[in-house]
């Protein structure tokens, strides 16, 4: 069973640029597809990017796309959220996820997908 743990969170201004990573023990990194989400007071956790467990295939939601982006290093056994031009409303509670039984190019959108999760890292952006 892999264990995900969160880190690279913070405080930083409006156009910054934070870089989160995601490391993975337990398992190895490329048997899953992975996924950044996260989660904001009082919203859901929503998808922010996800790659495939080969890194060929990748998915960003329309509010970040552009800004951030989402990489993996299967020998490092850890996934990577590059983010730059970040904007107040990015402030949230980041998490990563991990799937298994994943198909090697397919990536995942919904939080349901994936059973394994880290301890979130506070992003927090001032205007």
């Known amino acids: 069973q892999v264990q995900l743990v969160e880190s690279g969170g913070g405080l930083v201004q409006a156009g910054g640029s934070l870089r989160l990573s995601c490391a993975a023990s337990?398992?190895?990194?490329?048997?899953?597809?992975m996924g950044w989400f996260r989660q904001a007071p009082g919203k859901e956790r929503e998808v922010v990017a996800s790659?495939?467990?080969?890194?060929?295939?990748?998915y960003y939601a329309d509010s970040v796309k552009g800004r951030f982006t989402i990489s993996r290093d299967n020998a490092k056994n850890t996934v990577y959220l590059q983010m730059d031009s970040l904007k107040p409303e990015d402030t949230a509670v980041y998490y990563c996820?991990?799937?298994?039984?994943?198909?090697?190019?397919?990536?995942?959108?919904?939080?349901?997908?994936?059973?394994?999760w880290g301890q979130g890292t506070q992003v927090t952006v001032s205007s």
């Open positions: 996820g991990a799937r298994a039984g994943a198909y090697e190019s397919s990536f995942y959108t919904h939080a349901l997908y994936y059973a394994y």
């Open positions: 337990g398992g190895t990194l490329s048997s899953y597809a």
């Open positions: 790659i495939s467990r080969s890194g060929s295939s990748t």
